[in-house]
């Protein structure tokens, strides 16, 4: 290993930077309207691409994404979490915005192909370190007609990165936001899609300028139903110990079908509590935190994985829930997530897509 590599090695696992240091390849597949899918997928060396002023994707938005993630289990072996859920999530997504989709197998194909030749990236001496994938599938035609591109790109790449928020689950606050909405009803608000990001960093600004890590979105017809936090889904813990109950808002179109939300709705039903899609109000969320019928809330998603909601804020109105304090729904939940993540306990909904030991270990040594 090269100094310079080293040293960017021991960056990203002290300051754990999100999104920023790359490995050293990438995993490339092309289409075109002619062609279909260009054959299996390629690795690349990470690095710049050569695109026209006039790339569909960049003036139309026909860009979708994904994000999963790796974890070393505890034989050592590097396991992808639910790898099928996220590729049928692509699709979804791509479909939304009539661009063509990627087949299953190519997408795990490609997950395979790169965490064999990069997935030695993954420090084995640090349990709370990931790899995290970014597939992304863009409009790469030269064309402004107003039409969907007949040439498209997709690359894999990957960084290493802890906790989104930090590497403990500490409670954060949120803004609920009044002013902008993120998706409305016939939109793209189911599709992991760029625009859909774009449009929330005005109001994720607000929300940090309030002195809060992230927005809750309301639904954008009332202005009146919890939807999602950030690019987070949201739950809601009732009661304590065996009977409390878990409820999180339905999937009406206008907010992402979380993995991470789809898993945990599992594992709180496999663990004796009663689970529920619910539509729940501000007014609702308020009232009940503060007379103790909500115990505790909670986002999560793949980069956050499951973090404590400990205070909201809505304009004059600022509520705890739960004292601030994490919740042992929430921190039951959490663990039981990471215990499948690491192998500290059976798979038995066949979640984790084993990859064999890399042969070598590859430094990350790309500046993103």
């Known amino acids: 290993m090269t100094r310079v590599a080293g040293e960017r090695r021991r960056r990203v696992t002290t300051r754990r930077e999100f999104g920023e240091w790359f490995t050293d390849h990438m995993v490339m597949l092309t289409w075109t309207a ?27 938005g026909q ?16 396991g992808t979490f639910r790898p099928d859920a996220h590729a049928r999530r692509f699709q ?15 997408f795990l194909d490609a997950v395979d192909a790169f965490v064999r030749r990069d997935g030695g990236a993954l420090p084995a001496d640090e349990e709370g370190l990931s790899l995290y994938l970014r597939p992304v599938l863009f409009a790469s035609e030269a064309s402004l007609a107003l039409r969907p591109a007949r040439a498209y790109t997709f690359l894999l790449m990957g960084f290493v990165t802890g906790g989104f ?4 689950p500490d409670p954060v606050s949120v803004l609920i936001s009044r002013e902008f909405s993120r998706a409305a ?19 994720q600004q607000t929300a940090a300028d309030a002195g809060c890590q992230q927005v809750v979105w309301l639904d954008a017809v009332e202005h009146r139903w919890v939807e999602e936090m950030g690019g987070m889904n949201l739950f809601f813990v009732r009661g304590t110990g065996p009977t409390a109950t878990v409820a999180t808002p339905p999937l009406t179109g206008t907010l992402l079908p979380g993995v991470t939300r789809d898993s ?25 935190s503060e007379s103790g019928v ?64 890399p042969v070598e270990l590859h430094h990350i040594e790309n500046e993103g």
């Open 34 to 60: 002619e062609t279909g899918w260009s054959g299996r997928p390629r690795v690349l060396p990470f690095g710049d691409l050569r695109l026209s002023p006039a790339m569909a994707g960049l003036h139309y």
């Open 63 to 78: 860009v979708v994404f994904e994000g999963l993630k790796v974890h070393r289990r505890q034989d050592g072996v590097l």
């Open 92 to 106: 979804q997504s791509a479909r939304r915005l009539a661009m063509p989709e990627l087949p299953e197998e190519l």
């Open 165 to 168: 928020f930090s590497d403990r």
């Open 185 to 203: 009803p016939g939109g793209t608000g189911q599709a992991k899609c760029a625009g859909n990001y774009a449009g929330a960093f005005l109001a």
């Open 264 to 288: 945990l709705l599992t594992l709180a039903e496999e663990r004796g509590y009663t689970v529920s899609e619910e539509r729940i109000s501000v007014d609702q969320w308020r009232e009940e």
């Open 294 to 357: 909500i115990t505790e809330t909670f986002s999560c998603g793949t980069a956050a994985l499951v973090t404590p909601v400990g205070q909201v804020r809505d304009g004059e109105n600022d509520w705890l829930i739960g004292g601030g304090k994490q919740g042992p729904v929430t921190m039951e939940l959490r663990a039981a997530l990471t215990d499948l993540h690491q192998g500290r306990s059976p798979d038995t909904w066949g979640w984790v897509r084993r990859h064999p030991r």
